[in-house]
């Protein structure tokens, strides 16, 4: 006989019940959505926005994290009420839309405001629990659009009306959480999330981590660069670093420790493949679908143009990731290649599928970027389903559990990643709601141009200072933002190429999270490797060289991103040359004597520099040869020079 749940268990239960409903209702709404698009993205984010506050809601409570603190009942009450408020806004909201937006416009009733400054403060404490550092900022913000007048100097501004608070946050639509940032997560960057949660759902991610243990049994240098290949192929349906380093760090980082790599090597190799899964087209980090929308340009724009900077990026960190495996042999018995069945090469021919149909619809067809994922999401997902049918019957016969249990998880995968998103991107909208009727990115504009004159180099570095600055409290997403609104209009006004200011903007955002003394994928390597933060978090910033490498070679070859073609593939190569050297400069050893090694070293920095920053073409082309020298007699030395065994290492 089954026993009753406990009366502290009630909650939870109800509370996951509530969930898998609303989570059912909210991924049809959605569907619904992509395939008609009926009524446009400002009615679907007003009726969606407080129904993702309820799924968080609900996910917290049935997780008991909503405020663990607190007993069971009081925590059920606040629950209670948060989802008859989000309930109440989503109904009101949806009803007035038109009233709101034509008839009330700029004259909005009581009731408007109400509502409106109901889901802020939803949202406000969303941010409250998830991101610290965002809520504070965005206290701040709002305490000086209403207080400014008591601010001295250039940042004086009169103060706004609280009511004119409330509408820029809520109910004017341009701004706030309502705006087209939240609009952007539940429409193009949620039709993604749609196909990255088919391919979680029916064990794709899996299967490409069974076929990198393939790869690792090979060579001793190939256990650490299936971490790389890992992350590479996980990277380009991620877009998210952290998913990335729990996704492969969980598989890739233990098999290195196993097979001899110190743990501080190990996670700090797993963190800067991962920190890849911002850079990796098709689908990209979320400051990535942000940079289209501020430029006005389609998605697949970014991504044409993202591919040459993902792939120094990638060479980069294999270059760094294979001269650190030279230092230590890899045991081959203790890699073992994971058994591969035909579901595992049908999922792996289904990712594939994937790349190449988004890639393929958007750049052949032309096919908006919503409607490629869509289409991609019926196809793939239509063979995913039948080859689990074909695997259910075959293992376990009908049962429904079994049959069930993939659908279930992307139902669930597919709301929580949605739903978070749209909230992040509502408490952003926060954020560039106070910045613009503030002026605060004008102001610091004029102080950035002040400081840098006319001398872009200085204000470059200025600009570079300053998005580093943000990125060590901020996720990437709004450090994107606040870089892009301070340092886009004084540097476009001095005739630097859009491309150029936001991919270098993008490019500060990825850095932004490896930036000291945070960096949440530093964190998981770190956790799992059971490896010291701060020593993994600096190993793997010299292992992420590329990166640095792209932000200045961004402004000294811009055709690596002004337009995909002939240009971009040599722009490309010179970056590749130019981090090639770099890692080597920092990672490997030409000589026995320091003294002569050092100066070998900073020779080789010396000519890699110049293929980053000189001006003439041919000059640093040509400075790509002695590159390859270099290269080539550290591979003569190192192929009769004894390993040194360093297992065990920490």
């Given at each position: 006989?089954?026993?009753?749940?406990?009366?502290?268990?009630?909650?939870?239960?109800?509370?996951?019940?509530?969930?898998?409903?609303?989570?059912?209702?909210?991924?049809?709404?959605?569907?619904?959505?992509?395939?008609?698009?009926?009524?446009?993205?400002?009615?679907?984010?007003?009726?969606?926005?407080?129904?993702?506050?309820?799924?968080?809601?609900?996910?917290?409570?049935?997780?008991?994290?909503?405020?663990?603190?607190?007993?069971?009942?009081?925590?059920?009450?606040?629950?209670?009420?948060?989802?008859?408020?989000?309930?109440?806004?989503?109904?009101?909201?949806?009803?007035?839309y038109f009233e709101i937006g034509t008839v009330r416009a700029g004259i909005w009733s009581t009731a408007d405001?109400?509502?409106?400054?109901?889901?802020?403060?939803?949202?406000?404490?969303?941010?409250?629990?998830?991101?610290?550092?965002?809520?504070?900022?965005?206290?701040?913000?709002?305490?000086?659009?209403?207080?400014?007048?008591?601010?001295?100097g250039m940042f004086f501004h009169p103060g706004l009306e609280w009511q004119r608070i409330v509408s820029a946050m809520s109910v004017e639509m341009s701004t706030g959480v309502f705006s087209n940032l939240p609009q952007l997560a539940l429409t193009l960057i949620g039709s993604f999330i749609l196909v990255l949660s088919a391919l979680r759902a029916f064990g794709c991610v899996d299967s490409i981590l069974k076929g990198a243990s393939q790869i690792a049994a090979r060579s001793p240098h190939a256990l650490?660069?299936?971490?790389?290949?890992?992350?590479?192929?996980?990277?380009?349906?991620?877009?998210?670093?952290a998913a990335n380093a729990i996704t492969t760090g969980s598989a890739t980082i233990p098999a290195m420790i196993g097979a001899g790599m110190p743990r501080v090597t190990a996670a700090?190799?797993?963190?800067?493949?991962?920190?890849?899964g911002q850079l990796m087209p098709p689908v990209m980090g979320i400051s990535a679908f942000l940079m289209a929308e501020f430029l006005g340009r389609s998605y697949f724009d970014v991504v044409a143009r993202g591919y040459a900077p993902a792939l120094v990026y990638f060479a980069g960190v294999a270059v760094s990731v294979y001269l650190l495996a030279t230092r230590y042999r890899a045991r081959l018995d203790a890699v073992t290649a994971e058994t591969m069945f035909w579901t595992d090469w049908m999922n792996i021919a289904a990712f594939v599928a994937v790349v190449g149909g988004l890639i393929g619809l958007m750049a052949m067809l032309h096919l908006a970027p919503m409607f490629a994922a869509l289409y991609v999401f019926?196809?793939?997902?239509?063979?995913?389903?039948?080859?689990?049918?074909?695997?259910?019957?075959?293992?376990?016969?009908?049962?429904?559990?079994?049959?069930?249990?993939?659908?279930?998880?992307?139902?669930d995968s597919f709301a929580s990643m949605t739903s978070d998103l749209t909230l992040l991107l509502a408490t952003l909208s926060i954020m560039t709601g106070a910045l613009v009727i503030t002026g605060v990115p004008t102001k610091i504009g004029a102080i950035l141009i002040e400081a840098a004159?006319?001398?872009?180099?200085?204000?470059?570095?200025?600009?570079?200072?300053?998005?580093?600055?943000?990125?060590?409290?901020?996720?990437?997403?709004?450090?994107?933002?606040?870089?892009?609104?301070?340092?886009?209009?004084?540097?476009?006004?001095?005739?630097?190429?859009?491309?150029?200011?936001?991919?270098?903007?993008?490019?500060?955002?990825?850095?932004?999270?490896?930036?000291?003394?945070?960096?949440?994928?530093?964190?998981?390597?770190?956790?799992?490797?059971?490896?010291?933060?701060?020593?993994?978090?600096?190993?793997?910033?010299?292992?992420?060289?590329?990166?640095?490498?792209?932000?200045?070679?961004?402004?000294?070859?811009?055709?690596?991103?002004?337009?995909?073609?002939?240009?971009?593939?040599?722009?490309?190569?010179?970056?590749?040359?130019?981090?090639?050297?770099?890692?080597?400069?920092?990672?490997?050893?030409?000589?026995?004597?320091?003294?002569?090694?050092?100066?070998?070293?900073?020779?080789?920095?010396?000519?890699?520099?110049?293929?980053?920053?000189?001006?003439?073409?041919?000059?640093?082309?040509?400075?790509?040869?002695p590159i390859g020298l270099f290269v080539g007699y550290w591979i003569l030395r190192r192929r009769n020079a004894p390993v040194v065994a360093r297992a065990g290492a920490v």
């Open positions: 006989m089954t026993s009753a749940p406990a009366p502290a268990s009630r909650p939870r239960v109800v509370a996951d019940w509530l969930y898998w409903l609303t989570a059912v209702f909210f991924f049809v709404y959605l569907f619904v959505y992509y395939w008609t698009g009926a009524g446009g993205p400002v009615l679907l984010a007003i009726t969606l926005v407080p129904v993702t506050f309820i799924l968080f809601t609900l996910d917290e409570m049935r997780k008991n994290e909503l405020y663990p603190r607190l007993p069971a009942i009081a925590s059920s009450l606040i629950a209670t009420v948060y989802i008859a408020v989000s309930i109440a806004v989503a109904v009101y909201m949806h009803v007035e405001l109400t509502m409106g400054a109901l889901m802020a403060v939803l949202i406000m404490e969303y941010a409250r629990k998830r991101y610290l550092a965002l809520f504070i900022l965005n206290v701040i913000l709002i305490l000086y659009a209403v207080y400014g007048s008591v601010v001295p650490p660069q299936s971490a790389v290949l890992g992350s590479m192929a996980v990277a380009s349906v991620s877009g998210s670093s700090a190799i797993e963190t800067a493949s991962s920190l890849g019926l196809a793939v997902g239509g063979v995913l389903i039948a080859a689990h049918l074909v695997s259910v019957a075959r293992a376990h016969g009908w049962s429904w559990r079994a049959l069930l249990a993939p659908l279930g998880r992307f139902v004159g006319i001398n872009l180099v200085a204000m470059v570095s200025v600009a570079f200072f300053f998005g580093a600055l943000l990125g060590t409290g901020l996720p990437p997403a709004p450090t994107y933002i606040i870089t892009a609104l301070v340092i886009a209009p004084p540097m476009i006004k001095v005739g630097v190429d859009p491309w150029v200011v936001h991919f270098f903007a993008f490019f500060l955002a990825v850095w932004g999270e490896l930036t000291p003394p945070t960096s949440v994928v530093a964190a998981v390597t770190a956790k799992i490797a059971d490896a010291p933060f701060l020593r993994t978090l600096f190993h793997a910033i010299t292992i992420c060289v590329s990166l640095f490498v792209l932000m200045a070679g961004v402004f000294t070859r811009p055709e690596l991103v002004l337009e995909p073609g002939i240009a971009q593939i040599g722009a490309m190569l010179l970056m590749m040359a130019a981090t090639i050297g770099i890692s080597f400069s920092i990672q490997a050893q030409f000589a026995d004597s320091r003294a002569i090694d050092l100066l070998l070293r900073l020779a080789l920095a010396g000519i890699a520099l110049v293929v980053v920053f000189h001006p003439d073409r041919l000059l640093a082309t040509l400075a790509c040869v």
